[in-house]
């Protein structure tokens, strides 16, 4: 048996039907055991209950039917009456053969005298005989009490296995005609033992098996579809969200916990789309924020000192020619920094990873024409695991990247940058290093410092860490740090 055949029954839809078939056949036998365990408990009261009314019931009837013939009718009327069946006739086996003579029931009719008229056994009583029952002497006190009180007398004789009533017999006018003597035999007692239930056990579990399994398989089969065909809707919801479709969503109005689960799927998926729309928002704002200050600091600088070198050199044009080509060679200058500097806000404003094999690539890419463009001597070295950051953490990393090479080139006059790139599992590492001028971090404001601001901020979205090392005169290492999968895992784990 193969391992994907047993894989199967793992799914949802099996353990469903298979537990239907269990709960059903465990339901049954439990419901058997209950029933036996009654019967073996209360087997007698509830058997002398049952011979009680049965017995009571059929001498009334009995009773009713022989005052007809007693006051209107003759003695064979009366006979067929009696010989009548009526009700349920209790015949029931009882033990010993000096019982034997009470197996059957026994109808007689006494008159007030206490002599009987007619009965279903003349052979043992007699009609114009007083009455009389050999082995039973109840019979004549039962006779006795309902003659002298003209009501029913009954009583379940145990020791004899016998049920006796006395009923008079009233005509229509309330006058009393005569005694109903009834009797019949008491029912067999039932009595289980523990041993005695795995019989009846075994042959209803043998009966109950072929038609409890199909039916348990095809009731849970029906009820787990509905179940997994929404299940596989909300996973099928979650890889997409995970995938980035943020609009994907769920429909199930269910009020089970699916449905609840579907709803708090809903709820989750609008307010990451949500938060997805602020941070694009932010990231907007950043960027814009970043490129006035670099429009500010760079080519507004540039643009304003060529506008004061022509104007020197239009003033000096007539009186020192040379003086004022002097100036207007460093207009020229201004014009091209100014031009420089533009082309590197163009490319910084492209699609940070534009490049799909990865941010190694990009990052790669970016240091040689930042070395060229800006004279740098650019050292680059990549250590990565077998799998690439998430793609908002190289969207990150990137324009970080950018970030800190860019005041390396305006602040740190250095003429060789390092780059460091580690990716592990347990975190992920960029480190920049310069020879440059490098400075006091502690006298750095952090209000009026937009781009360590920024990327403070970027690092705070992802839990990630920023370290400056850096002395006047003695270079800049800036180290960035951001959780690794197996780091994320386990604070997911912990929440």
Known sequence: ???????????????????????????????????????????????????????????E????????????????????ALYAPTGLILKFGVSGEEDTRFLDDVRVVVDPQGVVVASNRPDRYPAGKQFADEGFPEAEMLVEKALADQRTAAELMKTADVFAAAVPIISSGGEIFGILFYRQPRPAIVHLAPGD?????????????????????????????????????????????????????????????????????????????????????????????????????????????????????LNLLDSNPEAARTKLLEARDHSRQ?????????????????DPRGLAAALQDYLQTFGKREGIEVVWRATA??????????QALFRI????????????????????????????????????????????DPERSTGLRGIRERLAELQGTLA???????????TVILPGPASQAQGAAHD
């Open 1 to 59: 048996m193969s391992a994907s055949f047993l894989q199967k029954f793992a799914t949802l839809r099996w353990k469903l039907a298979l537990s239907y078939v269990g709960v059903t056949l465990i339901t049954a036998l439990t419901l058997e055991i209950i029933l036996f365990a009654i019967l073996g408990l209360f087997g007698e009261p509830i058997g002398d209950f049952w011979a009680r009314n049965v017995g009571l019931w059929t001498a």
């Open 61 to 80: 009837q009995m009773a009713r039917r022989s005052a007809g013939p007693m006051e209107y009718g003759s003695a064979e009327n009366l006979a067929e």
């Open 197 to 313: 239930l795995f019989q009846p056990l075994a042959a209803t579990t043998l009966v109950l098996l072929p038609c409890m399994i199909p039916l348990g398989l095809i009731f849970g089969i029906v009820t787990a579809t509905g179940f997994t065909r929404r299940l596989k809707h909300l996973t099928q919801a979650s890889v997409g969200l995970a995938g980035g479709n943020l609009a994907r969503r769920v429909e199930d109005a269910s009020g089970d916990e699916i449905g609840l689960l579907s709803r708090q799927f809903n709820r989750m998926a609008e307010e990451i789309q949500a938060g997805a729309g602020r941070q694009r928002e932010l990231a907007a704002l950043q960027e814009r924020q970043r490129l006035a200050r670099d429009l500010h600091d760079g080519i507004k600088q540039n643009l304003f000192g060529a506008n004061l070198a022509v104007a020197a050199a």
């Open 338 to 354: 100014a031009g420089a500097e533009m082309q590197t806000l163009i490319g910084e404003l492209r699609p940070a990873l534009s």
């Open 385 to 394: 695991a077998d799998f690439d950051p998430p793609p908002h953490c190289q």
């Open 401 to 444: 990247a950018q970030e800190l090479l860019t005041n390396v080139a305006r602040h740190a006059h250095a003429k060789r940058v390092f780059l460091e790139l580690v990716s592990g599992a347990k975190e992920i590492r960029m480190r920049i290093t310069d020879d440059g001028a490098g400075f006091d971090p502690s006298a750095v």
């Open 468 to 478: 400056i090392d850096s002395d006047p005169g003695g270079g800049t290492r800036v």
